[in-house]
């Protein structure tokens, strides 16, 4: 029997990658998606992150694997590169006998820009009673 571990950080450079400075997220779901639906279901091979962010999934016969990880209400994953509908994950091989596959996943808490876009026509920086908004 094999086994697929890893760690989930907080990807501060938001890079996709684990920096020595990128600190671990605790109590993360990880798990192996056996029937590829993006969704943890009951039986699936699955553990919670340790306080360093670190998971073990042991126990697992060789053969191939799609690990996930279930991204905490209000964050997104960075790390490996989300698909189109925003799903990180692994394809990856089990080994058996050994420690095998080793998978990182990134994640953040995404940054939002608000404010008005307007025609400064005095270029002051101030919105005046005659500068409008701009439409999209």
Known sequence: ???????????TAANARSD???VGVANVRVY?????NAAFDS?????????????????????????????PSGRIATGPVPDAAGRSFYNTF???????AYTDFGIIYPAYVSGRVFNDR??????DGDESGLAN
């Open 94 to 100: 089990v080994y058996g006998g050994f420690a095998g």
């Open 122 to 127: 005095n270029a002051d920086g101030q919105i």
């Open 32 to 36: 192996i998606d056996r029937n590829d």
């Open 43 to 71: 039986g699936e091979p699955t553990r919670i992150t340790d306080v360093n962010g670190n998971y073990s999934i042991d126990n697992q016969f060789p053969g191939p694997a799609k690990v996930r990880v279930v991204v």
């Open 1 to 11: 029997l094999g086994s697929v571990s890893g760690r989930v950080y907080y990807d």
């Open 20 to 22: 020595d400075s990128d």
